[in-house]
């Protein structure tokens, strides 16, 4: 037995959240994938986070059972014993039991267990500005990135991903193209312009401002050609109208003022 299947066997506790980026499908995958723990792994997926009316794995039939068993409904921990297998029990038990225990979580584990390549965490960030010539196009889409707190992740085989900092979970089930993580940030920057931003009071405070960014926008999309005649339509009508409506407000006010 190596040093790592005595680590994982003999000391390692798991903290496992409820309902945060995967933790319970990721550390189950994790076990399936150290050759002596994947029958152990499969057994208890099967018994403790399997859904038999839908026939699937369900995160929330595990977190069912540890409620059940009056176990914390945010988080729990979870230990391989030879004589049971995977078994749970509260981060406080641990501690109280031993205050030194050193209780990993799910991804500190991957790393240990040097499998960040199953889940995507062979990376390094990279941005715009690096990867594009374009300067000024690599400004606003970096900026839109650091606003929306995405980040974009660049694997070793030369493709890419894109991390939601937030959730810290990745937008393509695969890893892909440059082109398509311009293609996605571009046009999740310009709809969060469109449908998202409170265009009607910032009209009011800069309208100004607002034909500038969407003339930005626009001469993005034009370089980086992303920009077909039904998106220029698109965009083009949604200012049109946005600008219509400021006009008649400004009338109306004038009106009323006079």
């Known amino acids: 037995m190596n040093e790592m299947e005595e680590f994982l066997t003999f000391s390692a506790v798991i903290k496992l959240r409820r309902s945060y980026d995967d933790d319970l499908f990721k550390f189950i995958e994790l076990m399936k994938s150290v050759g002596f ?31 059940l068993n009056n176990g914390n409904r945010n988080d729990t921990c979870i230990e391989f014993q030879w004589s049971k297998g995977f078994t749970w029990g509260d981060r406080k038990d641990y501690l109280n039991y031993d205050s030194e225990m050193k209780i990993l979580n799910v991804d500190e584990l991957i790393r240990a267990c040097n499998k960040e390549y199953l889940f995507k965490m062979n990376y390094e960030y990279t941005n715009f500005g690096k990867e594009l010539q374009d300067k000024e196009s690599a400004s606003d889409l970096d900026g839109f990135l650091d606003f929306y707190e995405w980040s974009i992740t660049k694997y070793p085989d030369g493709k890419y991903n894109i991390k939601d900092e937030q959730c810290n979970t990745f937008k393509f089930d695969e890893n892909t193209t440059l082109n398509e993580i311009i293609d ?14 409170d265009i009607e009071d910032l009209m009011k405070e800069d309208s100004e ?18 920009l077909d005649e039904e998106n220029k339509k698109h965009y083009t009508e949604w200012f049109q109208e946005i600008m219509k409506e400021n006009e008649l407000k400004d009338t109306i006010e004038i009106n009323n003022d006079m």
Request: a negative charge; charged letters at 40%; proline letters at 0%.
């Open 37 to 67: 723990l994947k029958e152990y792994a499969e057994y208890f997926e099967k018994s403790c986070c399997y859904d038999k009316e839908f026939n699937e794995f369900s995160e929330s039939k595990f977190w069912h059972y540890v409620e």
């Open 184 to 197: 996605r940030v571009y046009f999740r920057m310009f709809d969060y312009f469109t449908d998202e931003e």
């Open 209 to 226: 401002y607002v034909k500038k960014k969407y003339e930005s926008y626009m001469k993005t999309g034009e370089k980086l050609h992303l």
